[in-house]
């Protein structure tokens, strides 16, 4: 009985702390549809309109789509950074996968000279924050006249080594006998990563892929630090530019760079949870 | 050594080759060339010893941003691994709609950094909501993100962001002890607690290595909220190593910044190679 009344305590404590973790997802989906005045009258303290503390109500009182058009037919910088980061994210993505995927069957499952080293320093590398490498990355772009083109976001993310210790768990568990029958039957190593490798390892090319997706979506750092022209800015820096004057935009701005990545969220859920867990146990 | 290079093994090397050449020449070669220069003076003509690295320990933005990157890891790494543990903890005891819970506790991952930034202005305004509840008890109301206050902000946020990812990865470690190891112990008369002191912490120490890895991994990404809520210069509680790092870009110190990232990759590097030995001892 007690146990029992205990577990129902524990379940109640977790489901609020759900309700406060997304709680954000929710206050901006409702402060996107609310008209100009419908925030002011709630934000005013915080905007310097009105005395008092900033309010919030659960729901809209009057559902209105006004913000959304005026963002989205109204600025066409918004489109324009959007582009941007569709463009960045799907090249550092497809450049991930071509380099990325075979490097992490080799390292998982060909017979390289020093590949334990080679793999322990992509691991060191993987964990290196961005500052420690920024330098390193800035003069190579430097001298290769990348420096304020989206190359110089796109190429040192495609090159992460991240994706390849992630694919690198998923190739290791494909069973040593189904490689080993393929090559009996005439495959060579091109064939067998093709036909046996990519398909077999596919949800840690898909985990590995949302995992980066989430990651570039999400850029600050290497475009505020490689690109000087505003217009090759990424979505992730619009928002941050909108004053609070203009809370409704900024709302709206918000939900729509959130709507692709919780999309990707959602969709890839199962490879998202299988990717993280595939670092945490020791082969 | 003699390495015999014959066809079957540079087919093998082909696969990797890619991948590593764009590692070596965006990170790997110049990190070379920023070792050089941590020894040079700014225009990199001159050998200069150490002093660059004596300048920089000298340098009393260095030493801040140093202690609170320091401080900032030391209080917020632990208080995620707890919380995180315990709510794995109790999702793998069986409770209903654990699935659901979990996906909840991810949704974070998929947030852009740009809209929690909006929230966060919001909620810690002198006028925003976390001033209004406090105001109910009677408390005052200040600029939260300006005061000693916006290290405690950063830290939530953190977990907040993390906590997910890290139940995820708790969670994988548990479903990895066999339950076996638990029915014998009940069998013994052993209760919850003592199973997880003595089966389910010895058990998770592998598992710990990697959450710890990541978690210090992760904690550089703060930067991104840090940055976009207060810009180049937050309030000097959160002014962390990248804020100095990208000051120092700014002004192009060239050689500071080296010195700097030398000294850092090292401590990674000794911190990952520390925890990589204790882990190997486990087993």
């Known amino acids: 009985m007690k146990h029992k009344i205990f577990k129902r305590i524990l379940l109640l404590l977790l489901l609020v702390l759900a309700v406060i973790i997304c709680f954000p997802v929710v206050f901006l989906i409702v402060g996107s549809l609310m008209g100009t005045d419908e925030l002011n009258h709630y934000l005013g303290a915080v905007l310097g309109k009105a005395d008092g503390f900033a309010s919030w109500a659960l729901l809209p009182t009057y559902p209105t789509f006004k913000a959304y058009v005026q963002l989205l037919l109204d600025s066409p910088e918004f489109f324009v950074m959007f582009w941007n980061s569709v463009k960045m994210t799907g090249a550092i993505l497809l450049g991930q996968i071509v380099t990325g995927v075979p490097a992490a069957w080799g390292f998982a499952r060909l017979d390289i000279p020093g590949k334990k080293v080679l793999f322990n320093l992509y691991i060191i590398l993987m964990l290196m924050p961005f500052q420690v490498t920024m330098l390193s990355n800035y003069l190579t772009l430097d001298a290769m006249h990348l420096v304020d083109t989206q190359w110089a976001v796109i190429l040192p993310a495609a090159f992460s080594t991240f994706p390849v210790f992630i694919m690198y768990h998923f190739f290791r568990s494909i069973p040593k006998g189904i490689i080993e029958s393929a090559e009996l039957d005439g495959a060579n190593k091109f064939q067998v990563f093709l036909s046996i490798g990519v398909p077999l390892g596919s949800s840690g090319i898909v985990s590995a892929l949302v995992l980066s997706f989430l990651d570039a979506w999400n850029l600050i750092e290497q475009p505020l630090t490689f690109l000087k022209s505003k217009t090759l800015w990424p979505l992730s820096l619009y928002l941050p530019n909108i004053s609070m004057d203009n809370a409704g935009l900024a709302f709206v701005a918000s939900v729509i760079t959130l709507v692709p990545s919780l999309l990707v969220f959602l969709a890839g859920q199962n490879y998202l949870e299988q990717g993280i867990a595939a670092s945490a146990v020791k082969e | ?283």
């Open chain 2, 1 to 283: 050594m003699k390495i015999s290079l014959n066809k079957k093994k540079l087919t093998d090397i082909a696969f990797i080759v890619p991948s590593l050449a764009g590692v070596s020449i965006f990170v790997l070669i110049p990190f070379i060339d920023v070792l050089r220069r941590s020894f040079t003076n700014v225009s990199g003509t001159q050998f200069v010893f150490f002093s660059n690295y004596i300048t920089i320990f000298q340098n009393a933005a260095f030493r801040l941003a140093f202690s609170n990157t320091i401080k900032f890891m030391v209080i917020c790494i632990p208080i995620l691994m707890i919380f995180s543990l315990l709510i794995a903890v109790f999702l793998n005891a069986g409770i209903r709609g654990a699935n659901y819970l979990k996906t909840a506790y991810l949704v974070p991952m998929a947030i852009p950094v740009a809209s929690v930034v909006l929230i966060w202005r919001l909620l810690f305004h002198q006028n925003g909501y976390f001033s209004g509840l406090l105001h109910m008890f009677g408390m005052q109301s200040q600029d939260w993100m300006d005061t000693g206050f916006a290290f405690w902000i950063l830290v939530f946020s953190y977990v907040w962001k993390n906590l997910g990812y890290n139940v995820v990865l708790w969670m994988a470690g548990l479903t990895a002890i066999p339950d076996t190891l638990y029915e014998a112990a009940r069998a013994d008369g052993a209760n919850n607690i003592q199973c997880f002191r003595y089966i389910t912490m010895p058990n998770l120490m592998s598992t710990l290595y990697t959450i710890t890895v990541l978690a210090f991994l992760n904690s550089f990404k703060v930067f991104r909220e840090a940055y976009l809520v207060a810009g180049d210069y937050p309030h000097e509680s959160m002014y962390l190593l990248q804020h100095l790092f990208n000051n120092w870009f700014r002004e192009l110190s060239l050689d500071k910044m080296s010195a700097a990232a030398v000294v850092i990759a090292l401590l990674i590097l000794v911190l990952i190679l520390g925890l990589q030995r204790s882990w190997d001892r486990e087993d």
